[in-house]
């Protein structure tokens, strides 16, 4: 992560990205070393994650572009601070570390609550639903807490230029969310009947129509 933010921003005087993976790293470890005293079987399978570690083609692909989007969120970052194409105030950094802190916590809650969030898509022998927690409110809330930690990333870095780099990475998180929908729906038992209990609520939180997939991602989030 600090070739990626340093290298392109050729120089080393850059508070933002220090105080950035403190944040980032910081939190990591710190989930890390909780999933490692309370769930380590959860830490295993988090550990199991990328392009490589996917079963299915299609969710092969998806964590390519996902891969590329989250480089794309560091690097141009790293060359607007040198360049200075869109820098944004100090305050405007200090809350994007506060949103990638947030999103780790909502990260922390899923895992707390569901002993089967691994980082590939997939069903162990056992899987039940999770309908408890951040799942009786949202059908996916690990996707709900990357999205503070998304848009907070580029800002943490102090670049406005680098929100562009969620064009790549949302379409792929999209893709991939509406793409574990139909492998849930053909292979856990008692999802289809979930959805039908929480589909009405996320849709609310939403305020989007459930016809359109474009819409049910946006309320799956």
Same mark, same amino acid.
């Given at each position: 992560?600090?070739?990626?933010?340093?290298?392109?921003?050729?120089?080393?005087?850059?508070?933002?990205? @220090?105080?950035?993976?403190?944040?980032?790293?910081?939190?990591?470890?710190?989930?890390?070393?909780?999933?490692?005293?309370?769930?380590?079987?959860?830490? /295993?399978?988090?550990?199991?994650?990328?392009?490589?570690?996917?079963?299915?083609?299609?969710?092969?692909?998806?964590?390519?572009?996902?891969?590329?989007?989250?480089?794309?969120?560091?690097?141009?970052?790293?060359?607007? $601070? $040198?360049?200075?194409?869109?820098?944004?105030?100090?305050?405007?950094?200090? =809350?994007?570390?506060?949103?990638?802190?947030?999103?780790?916590?909502?990260? @922390?809650?899923?895992?707390?609550?569901?002993?089967?969030?691994?980082?590939?898509?997939?069903?162990? /022998? *056992?899987?039940?639903? =999770?309908?408890?927690?951040?799942?009786?409110?949202? $059908?996916?809330?690990? @996707?709900? *807490?990357?999205?503070?930690?998304?848009?907070?990333?580029?800002?943490?870095?102090?670049?406005?230029?680098?929100?562009?780099?969620?064009?790549?990475? =949302?379409?792929?998180?999209?893709?991939?969310?509406?793409?574990? /929908?139909?492998?849930?729906?053909?292979?856990?038992?008692? @999802?289809? /009947?979930?959805?039908? $209990?929480?589909? =009405?609520?996320?849709?609310?939180?939403?305020?989007?129509?459930?016809?359109?997939?474009?819409?049910?991602?946006?309320?799956?989030?």
């Amino acid at each position: 992560m600090a070739a990626l933010l340093f290298v392109p921003a050729g120089t080393f005087d850059y508070w933002q990205a @220090y105080l950035f993976m403190a944040v980032f790293v910081g939190a990591s470890a710190a989930i890390t070393v909780y999933l490692a005293i309370k769930d380590p079987e959860l830490l /295993e399978r988090r550990m199991k994650a990328g392009p490589t570690a996917e079963k299915q083609t299609s969710q092969k692909i998806i964590m390519v572009f996902a891969l590329l989007g989250f480089v794309a969120l560091l690097v141009v970052p790293a060359l607007d $601070r $040198r360049f200075m194409w869109s820098p944004v105030p100090p305050y405007v950094s200090l =809350i994007g570390d506060f949103l990638v802190a947030l999103g780790f916590l909502l990260v @922390y809650f899923v895992i707390r609550e569901n002993s089967y969030a691994a980082s590939t898509i997939q069903v162990v /022998e *056992g899987q039940t639903v =999770i309908s408890t927690g951040p799942y009786a409110v949202v $059908r996916h809330p690990m @996707y709900a *807490g990357a999205l503070p930690l998304l848009t907070g990333t580029p800002l943490a870095l102090g670049s406005w230029a680098g929100l562009i780099a969620l064009l790549l990475f =949302i379409p792929a998180l999209i893709w991939r969310l509406l793409d574990e /929908e139909r492998f849930l729906h053909e292979h856990l038992p008692g @999802y289809t /009947e979930y959805t039908g $209990r929480c589909g =009405i609520d996320c849709c609310r939180l939403s305020g989007r129509s459930t016809k359109n997939d474009w819409g049910v991602a946006a309320s799956l989030l």
